[in-house]
């Protein structure tokens, strides 16, 4: 898979990139990225990327042109030529969609996807209309520019890129992972860990079995993996309505589930 970042800042990704499982997914050859000077598509001896926005406000907005011509260097499908191409154009805005794992899973199928960093007050929109498939935000907040975001999306999406983690089950297995029925076993069961079904991950633990007084809970040591699945299923649903209730909302939940969620409820002071 190969990532075309455009950026004024290309020099940012340059420590960002040189870690962990990014690192070792460039290494191997498994991911591609690719950086790209805005500054380089520009015709004057400012280098000018940015002007004021018509109709006044404040700050400044990156050009069109700059942006536009950048884009179709990479030899990319035109916009309306690009479904199924496996490619896909996405610009880093605080106007975007909110950035998600399904978000994420979904650019891992591409073969090649190019985020565009934007900057100042914003981008001028006819960028968006001309060459964007999508807008995207990492959250309800504002950045100073795109290239943090770009910097997350291409980590949450290329660690689903099979072999690039070395247990291809860690991806799996996770917060805002695919529900059980995804993961069975040779019997057509399933496994004894839990899929989380969009919802948080359930609490993990290691050795020490016992640390300052606090011991790993008893079920996990048990051998019983019904048990364990339920525990990891109860646990997963506690922490995700303390931490993040609003996913519960949009979960497939189980008549089970519910009725666990409920005495959580009512045992709250």
Known sequence: MRFDIITIFPEFFTGIFAHGVVKRALTNGLLQVELHDLRNFTRDRHRTVDDRPFGGGEGMVLKPEPLVE?????????????????????????????????????????DRVVLICGRYEGVDERVNELICDRELSIGDYVLSGGELGTAVIVDATMRLLPGVLGNEDSSAFE??????????????????????GGILDYPHYTRPAEFRGLPVPEVLAGGDHAAIRRWRR??????????????????????EDRAFLEKLRRAKP
């Open 234 to 255: 109860e646990r997963a649903l506690e922490k995700t309505l303390k931490n993040r209730p609003d996913l519960l909302e949009s979960s497939a939940l189980s008549r």
């Open 70 to 110: 950048a884009v179709e260097s990479l030899n990319i499908a035109a916009k309306a030529e690009r479904d199924g191409q496996g490619e896909s154009v996405v610009l880093l805005s605080a106007q975007g969609a909110r950035f998600t794992q399904a978000t994420a899973r979904e650019l891992a199928t591409r």
């Open 175 to 196: 917060s805002f992972g695919q529900p059980d029925e995804h993961f069975l076993n040779e019997a057509g069961g399933p496994r004894s860990t839990h899929g989380s």
